[in-house]
């Protein structure tokens, strides 16, 4: 569980740079929603993208690594201002490591939210691997840390508000609505 009261995930989510996000099970409930005419249906939580928009302007970087590929997560992450997606990639891990070579950053500076096996070698190679609350049990065991939240339903704002939490940054973020 992601609490302020371990000091080693502290320590973890202080030296964070950036967050790499899964999308289906993680800023989604996980379901896929085919419609009759062909297209397909994501429903995504407002609470993780003003997490993720906090964050991202608390000075971490957030990047999206996913399986699948969809028009309405490349829209989802342009209107959260992502710049870092990579789409129709299985290998998280080797998109992962793509990604820490262009913005120059290594391993104990990430922070990886994940749902199933196919996150699990990201996670288990990062400062802060995580899981969502209802991700596989497999990998809720590998995690270094679990959110209390599921998947599509604030897990990533958890895990954002955590980082920025640990970074000193989460009360002013918060203090800005006022």
Known sequence: MLSLGNSDLVQRARAVRLLVLD??????????????????????????????KMLMNSGVNVAIITGRSSSIVERRAANLGIKH???????????????????QLSYNQVAYLGDDLPDLAAIRCVALGTAVANAHSFVRQHAQAVTLLRGGEGAARELCEFIMAAQGTLEAAQSAYL
Request: proline letters at 0%; glycine letters at 14%.
């Open 23 to 52: 999308v289906d099970g993680v800023l989604t409930d996980g379901k896929l929603y085919f419609l009759a005419d062909g297209g397909e249906a994501k429903a995504f939580s407002t609470l993780d993208g003003q997490g993720i």
């Open 85 to 103: 997606l990579m789409q129709g990639r299985e290998d998280k891990r080797t998109a992962l490591d793509e990604l820490l070579a262009i913005l």
